[in-house]
């Protein structure tokens, strides 16, 4: 396979990888629900070895002003749905709340991976506002 700067022909970056996915799901096997989202996004993560969503969880708890058990999918569905509760994740859902879900995961991703990426220091910074906000 050719190679193109840093990546290979054919390889996308993470936030590439948010774009396609979130335009054409059909073309990943996605129909477009939080619950195919969150499952996608999961895998990809896993298959960086935790390095893409690195930080994630705690930026969320931190938008979320309290510390919390859940998952970052469950912390989503906490954030914007009223009266939803983290611990039922995707699966109680009704359509207009799948719809919120999903336009949140994108912009609370897009905009963590801009504060990640926006300095050199990012994730250290991410990671210095959680400590100091919920040391105990």
């Excluded at 912390?75 to 009266?83: A, C, N």
């Excluded at 897009?110 to 906000?133: K, M, N, P, T, V």
């Amino acid at each position: 396979m050719a190679a193109f700067g840093d990546r290979r022909a054919g390889e996308f970056s993470f936030r590439e990888h948010l774009e396609l996915i979130s335009t054409r799901p059909g073309m990943y096997g996605l129909d477009g629900s939080y619950g195919n989202y969150v499952t996608y996004v999961s895998g990809y993560d896993a298959g960086t070895r935790g390095s893409a969503l690195l930080g994630f969880r705690e930026w969320l708890l931190l938008k979320l002003g309290r510390q919390s058990s859940f998952v970052w999918s469950s912390l989503i569905t906490e954030l914007v749905v009223p009266g939803a509760s983290g611990s039922f994740g995707h699966r109680g859902l009704d359509e207009e709340q799948n719809r919120t879900a999903v336009q949140a995961l994108f912009q609370f991703l897009g905009d963590f991976l801009q504060d990640r990426d926006a300095e050199r220091d990012g994730l250290r910074i991410i990671f210095r506002d959680y400590s100091s906000h919920f040391a105990e």
